[in-house]
């Protein structure tokens, strides 16, 4: 049995083997088939994965660009503030150079205005002071000349006392040359009540 059974097992085999070596190339052809649609699916999911991602890298490009385009615009127009500031801040610093001139012609002209009042009320408290002056140099003539020698003499010690004396006019009223002024006028009396 052992040679029976291992000759039905030769006979069963063969046709077994016969199918297996047609079989195979078949096998083969289908295992190839099933790479080449995996392959295809692979590519076409990269070439998906391509234009996807092309996509998006536009759509980031052209995001970056508008930006890019309003930073610019921005930057632009922050340059042109600056330039109009600067126009402005020198525009007022000449308005300032101005006023500041303006400002010392004034205060040249208000010193000048001072001085000129200074000397005016200095001039008019001369001339009170010549005016009062003449008034005393006038009654001490009048006494002197009436004879009243005591009252007149009296009357220069409180002229000296006052400081009045030099506040007399040095030239003569008259306006004309050779009469004597009345500081001369009164020096003249003076002597003669010495």
């Known amino acids: 049995m052992n040679q029976q059974d291992h000759n039905k097992e030769e006979l069963e085999t063969q046709p077994l083997q016969h199918e297996a070596e047609h079989a195979k190339p078949h096998k083969k052809v289908s295992v190839m088939g099933y790479l080449t649609i995996l392959f295809a699916a692979a590519f076409l999911l990269l070439l998906l994965s391509y234009f996807m991602q092309q996509r998006a890298n536009e759509q980031a490009i052209s995001g970056l660009k508008a930006t890019s385009s309003n930073a610019i615009d921005s930057i632009n127009n922050l340059i042109e503030e600056k330039d109009e500031l600067s126009q402005q ?106």
């Not at 303006?102 to 005016?120: G, I, R």
């Open 89 to 194: 801040v020198e525009d007022l610093k000449g308005q300032v150079e101005n006023l500041q001139e303006e400002l010392e012609d004034t205060q040249d002209q208000l010193t000048n205005a001072q001085s000129s009042a200074d000397m005016a009320q200095t001039a008019q408290a001369d001339a009170q002071k010549a005016l009062e002056a003449m008034d005393w140099f006038w009654r001490i003539q009048r006494q002197f000349s009436r004879g009243y020698y005591t009252d007149a003499a009296n009357m220069a010690e409180e002229f000296e006392a006052a400081g009045l004396p030099q506040y007399l006019p040095q030239k003569a009223l008259t306006g004309r040359e050779g009469d004597p002024s009345p500081a001369q006028q009164y020096q003249e009396i003076k002597d003669a009540l010495d």
